[in-house]
């Protein structure tokens, strides 16, 4: 798919989208599901599946099945890597609505809509270069990535201790005015 949902510069014949996965006439509302898609939107696979397991909206239990769709999608279609994916686009666009009414005062009837909802899910692998990006951005910012838990504590604890040992050396240094040390 092409188009402003994608935010694609080109529209070359040939040239993938990524893989998608369409879910049509849910019935829910297109704005419930949106405030779920907004929490995965260019998240990697499996953060995303992660993020959607613990949201307790109806509406991310159907959005969940519908990323494990994409990710199948994409690793029995177009031979990808699961690991290597990620949700490159997701949106809710309107669906028909059902018109139902129920009786109401003096003779009147009150209209019900029942609305629905297409939901897509567009999931791609990231491109070196992207990966290269990200991977810069998570050293910058100091969160490597470690393999197991106990690296991560030794870590965390060098990186809180580091300040302290520096007050501790600039309080040591101190004198009174008197001249004598504290």
């Known amino acids: 798919m092409t188009g402003p949902k994608l935010n694609e510069a080109t529209n070359k014949v040939g040239v993938s989208s990524g893989t998608r996965a369409k879910a049509m006439n849910v019935r829910m509302s297109a704005s419930k599901v949106r405030v779920v898609l907004n929490h995965i939107r260019g998240k990697e696979v499996k953060e995303a599946d992660d993020l959607l397991s613990l949201i307790q909206r109806d509406s991310a239990h159907d959005v969940r099945k519908l990323l494990a769709s994409a990710v199948a999608n994409a690793v029995n279609n177009d031979n ?3 690991n290597d994916l990620f949700v490159k686009a997701c949106f809710a666009d309107e669906g028909p609505t ?9 003779g009147r009837a009150g209209q019900i809509l029942k609305r629905s909802c297409h939901i897509t899910i567009v999931v791609e692998t990231m491109s070196d270069r992207a990966l290269a990006v990200r991977e810069q951005s998570i050293e910058a910012k ?7 838990r106990s690296s991560r504590v030794a870590a965390s604890r060098a990186r809180t201790e580091k300040p302290a040992t520096e007050e501790a ?3 040591t240094d101190t004198t009174t005015e008197s001249g004598e040390e504290n």
């Open 80 to 82: 990808k890597d699961a």
């Open 98 to 106: 059902m018109k139902r009414f129920r009786p109401r005062a003096k």
């Open 142 to 148: 100091g969160n490597v990535k470690t393999a197991s």
């Open 169 to 171: 050396v600039e309080t």
